[in-house]
């Protein structure tokens, strides 16, 4: 499940006589652990973890606003992605609300922040533009940008799934996709070959490429998309 309140959700399977604590609310007892850790959490942890089993690619130099508004009129299920210079500027439905990612860099992530439910209603409408209008902002967040790559995906009896695995940037959501393709490759191979730790190596060999791919093709989209070009604006 989906970490909270900063504790790391795992993945138990096999079985062991000797329990494992993951979280002060729970005990488990395995053999092997997934570990599809939240983006925060994967941030929260680097100052724990050796430098080669993290890296940093790329710091792209901006911030992600997260909220909820309300479409005027109701968005229809569709979702939107606009491509500013600042940054893309995604709404994704949410039950009847959007989702927002507001891409900014840092100084205007401050700003946006610190703005009052109209004022933060009105730059979003500038930023987005006139094909609807937004109402009743819920409470924002943010975090920053950056694309990290695990160079180790399996350790002993532990692997690495999803965020845990890699961050990207949101543009285009193949974070999620990749995240996906991750949890599908690795159930198919512990089916296909068993749970011990030859089959997890296998894993880990066999997201390499993908995992690559996913990353240029999101660094790429960024760096082509994050400019003032009006060809590339709509």
Known sequence: GPASQGVASVICFGTSDR???QSARAAHTSKY?????TGRNIRNRKRQQTGSEIRSVSDYGQHAVICEVTPIPGHGKRAWERFTPDGPLALLPLGDEYSVVFTLPPARADAVMGLDDDAFVAALQAQFGRRMRFSKPGRRSRFPLALRLRDTLVK????????????????????????????WQLAEILLDQGIHGDSLASYGASRRLDRQGGAWFTDRIVRLFSNDCAPLKF
């Open 33 to 37: 652990f997934a570990n599809p850790d």
């Open 156 to 183: 002993g009896r532990e692997v690495w799934i999803g965020n845990a695995a890699q961050t990207l940037h949101p543009v285009s959501g193949q974070g999620f996709n990749l995240g996906l393709r991750d949890a």
């Open 19 to 21: 329990p494992r604590t």
